[in-house]
């Protein structure tokens, strides 16, 4: 076993090369937008743009006297920016991101419940989308605390498991979730897995806490998301509403498409079942989500998104020691969905990172090869586009 693990590094160093080589080269041929940089002339600046900037600024400012959209970012990593000292914040958000993504590649693996390391890391290392662990954001971190979290406690360490989960919670806000298998593993079982799935609920009322005697409102953090634009289901409405206008401008087409699409789905129901007729409408429904998505940004969390729904259905019918984590996958799944945006979808929905063991250890075909290489490319190009808009 512990020469899987020393695949799963090299692995993780070989993903960390391609991605590092790919910016370098997109810095190198003018594809990205320097403005964008949150530290203006740092070296590798694409990983350091965005979000980094307010981070950064509450790490030196701290969080203002009033809710507004710094609520929306969790505490722990500006206030490990802020404890560099003489380091300067950039540098060490840098070492501390690429240690968090290697922590993070392992974590995942060795929580692997089917004992299958390597094919769950790589199954991370050709995600598309996987390229935002280099972010110098605290994903990285916080998918390496909850995946260490859900290791140890499956490894009957869970009094060792219980920071690590308050510390996913203090860095993200969807860190909260890891409760959720956590407190699964725990039915029927001694204080301490219990404490385990208490710490991350604990941490994440600490922050509403602070938040409240901070900014003087009980509910900043969700008035920041709304801020944010994420105003919760009714924001549903709105893709909804691509849709009914995509059909509005090319209604013949469209309608010769779904009565194909009927008759698709009505044969395989007759024919071939439940499962074979969902497959079927899922596949004749993509394209017009694609369709109706109205910049690339949109696309490419759509598609995204396209591809982390069948996988939470293998999850789901990989058995019954799978079924908290694919619980967990999908409630971190409905929580970006239920947002009502679909914006940053492929980043954050790395958290749910049970969907790589469904990769990793479900049916063979997934592990292709060419669909290995085809999203490892994808994960490349996505890199490329950092500037363009939010990852």
């Not at 964008?36 to 950064?56: E, H, I, M, R």
């Not at 390391?117 to 971190?141: E, I, K, V």
């Not at 729904?309 to 019954?320: D, I, K």
């Not at 009502?340 to 292709?368: C, D, N, T, V, Y």
Request: charged residues 10%; proline residues 7%.
């Amino acid at each position: 076993m512990r020469r899987a693990y020393v695949h799963v590094f090299a692995i993780w160093m070989a993903w960390a090369g391609a991605v590092v080589a790919t910016v370098a080269i997109g810095i190198a041929g003018g594809v990205y937008d320097r403005s964008k940089a949150g530290v203006p002339g740092t070296t590798l600046f694409p990983f350091f743009s965005w979000d980094f900037g307010w981070y950064n600024a509450i790490a030196h400012h701290g969080y203002p006297p009033v809710a507004d959209r710094f609520y929306a970012f969790f505490p722990l990593w500006p206030w490990l920016l802020r404890a560099s000292g003489s380091i300067p914040d950039w540098q060490l958000a840098g070492a501390l991101t690429v240690a968090a993504s290697g922590l993070a590649f392992l974590g995942v693996a060795a929580g692997s419940p089917g004992g299958r390391p390597r094919q769950t890391a790589l199954a991370l290392a050709c995600w598309p989308g996987s390229f935002a662990l280099l972010l110098a954001y605290p994903d990285g971190l916080g998918l390496a605390a909850a995946a260490w979290a859900a290791a140890l406690v499956m490894r009957e360490r869970p009094v060792a498991a219980a920071p690590l989960g308050a510390a996913a919670a203090l860095l993200r806000p969807n860190g909260l979730l890891i409760a959720v298998p956590l407190a699964l593993l725990a039915r029927g079982r001694g204080p301490a897995y219990k404490l385990a799935a208490a710490a991350p609920v604990a941490a994440a009322v600490a922050v509403e806490i602070f938040f409240w005697e901070r900014s003087g409102e009980f509910s900043a953090f969700f008035h920041a998301q709304r801020l944010w634009g994420r105003e919760g289901p009714r924001g549903i409405g709105n893709w909804a509403g691509h849709v009914w206008s995509l059909f509005q401008a090319h209604t013949v087409p469209l309608v010769l498409a779904l009565v194909i699409g009927c008759a698709l789905v009505a044969f395989a129901w007759r024919r071939l079942g439940l499962l074979p007729t969902a497959v079927v409408a899922y596949a004749c429904a993509v394209p017009v989500l694609l369709a109706a998505t109205q910049s690339l940004q949109g696309f490419t969390d759509t598609a995204r998104c396209v591809l982390v729904l069948p996988l939470l259905v293998v999850l789901w019918r990989m058995g019954s020691r799978y079924r908290p984590w694919a619980l967990f996958a999908a409630v971190v799944v409905a929580e970006l969905l239920g947002s009502g945006l679909m914006h940053s979808f492929g980043r954050q929905s790395l958290f749910a990172f049970p969907i790589f063991w469904a990769i990793g250890e479900g049916p063979a075909w997934l592990r292709k090869r060419p669909l290995a290489a085809l999203g490892f490319a994808a994960n490349l190009a996505l890199a490329l586009l950092l500037t363009r808009f939010a990852p």
